[in-house]
């Protein structure tokens, strides 16, 4: 099957969080399964900065975006470790900026134009490469347009007619509201602006125009597939009811060929499930050089890497590092970049206690991956979480888990409960409401495993190392979707071709 994955990020050429890990590895397990995957991303700065080979082709776009014509081109490269190839679309006006969407938390304010453009130079790339497309897999609100285009202006066009699309939904916080006059960005109809299809109380949304039009839906784990069809739907709960029948839930998977502690060259010691004890301790001690913290191998260090949003449940680990700042049986190491309030905050506390709190505010890979492997407990206590990555990369590295059961992390994280110890599944800690008080209880009882329960500790490591969290598995579910859309649209079509 030949699929078009078109994705605003892409690892290892731009990033800023788990949608770059997504696209960069799903177009490899497609081709393990014998796929043709071909990967759409614009040409940001950070893509040039990555050391991507950039070979030029002769492909030049026209669009029209509003009242004027924007010209772009078309560059190819290839994803590492596969030979998937991958188009980038240039258009230095909107995209040679220092960051992807935003910067010191304000959103470019031609978000929507630059978006409308990435779509639309995508549709009309299919026909000047003279594209073999079967499948656009849409990802998150920056291509929620590209299903209403394929269903508004292209589908009769030749080479068009048998497509099918998949928005994939990411993040539904992140919906690309916008203006209603940013409809004229679109160059559809206005007619197309009501409540049904791309209209959400009186401006312009992208996600919903995409789960309006696409002619399936999932989201990145099976909770998250629920959770938005209720209290998480973030005003689209209704649409997503509406196309239960459409929407799935599929798990993110791990490349282990990038996230693998025997194999990562960023570590101070290289290690698997067979020798972690040493390997981790020598990261342990790493990480607590590179932070100025004193070397203690026993105190239990509590890792955080990520996005620096109320997502992520920073209001909880403030309180509870309130707390426990003062307490010398524990250590902290954190790396984030995000809202201004939450760099403020991580700054005073590394500020008042150096020997405990480790504070680095920024984005680095190679830190993220030292954090993963030196710290002996990785903590997220996600408002919501769609799926989550750095707790799966945690089970791989060794590190236990902390997290707040939901979406994608009630999904893969087992409770330390006597039960699911004695039955083997255990790996990791969890705690059900969003409540500093449960999070506290439930690190003090990890903190407590990991002081007086040594045996326990290293059975939660052994299992969460020994999981297989890969991305065939997932990588299956995503054909069989994309096969299930063909064949719905084949029975349509032949519904249609019967009341001529
Ligand atoms: P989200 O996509 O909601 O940000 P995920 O857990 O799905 O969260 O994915 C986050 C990804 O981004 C992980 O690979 C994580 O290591 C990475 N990441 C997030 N923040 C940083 C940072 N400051 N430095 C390095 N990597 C980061």
Redesign the pocket.
Known sequence: MNILIASSEV?PFS???????VSGALPGALRQLGHQPVVFTPLYRQVRQSGAVLEPTDVTFEIPIGSKVMIGHLLKGTIPGSDAPVYFVDQPEYFDRAQLYQEEGQDYKDNCERFVFFSRAIMEAIRLLDLPVDVIHCNDWQTGLIPALLRIEYQHARGYEDIVTLMTI??MAYQGHFWHWDMLLTGLDWKYFNWKQMEFWGNLNLMKTGLVFADAINT?SPRYAQEIQSDLGCGLEGVLRQRSASLFGII?GVDYSLWDPAIDPHLAANYSVDNWTEGKATCKAAIQREFGLPAEPNTPLIGL???L?D??GWDLVADVMQRWVNRENVQWVI???GEPRYHQMLEGLARQRPDRVGV?L????P???QI?AGADMFL?PSRY???????L?SLKYGTVPVVRETG?LADSIRDASPENLSNGTANGFSFQGYDADQLEVTLQRACDTYNTRRDTWRNLVDTGMKQDWSWENSARQYVSVYQQMQRQREVAREAAETTH
């Open positions: 690892a990033k800023t969080g788990g949608l770059a890990d990411h993040n990145v993110n890497v990520g996005r949003a997502q992520k790396l984030g970049t680095r920024g984005f680095s890979d830190l993220a991956r993963e997220m979480e769609p799926c989550g990555l750095n707790q990369y994608g």
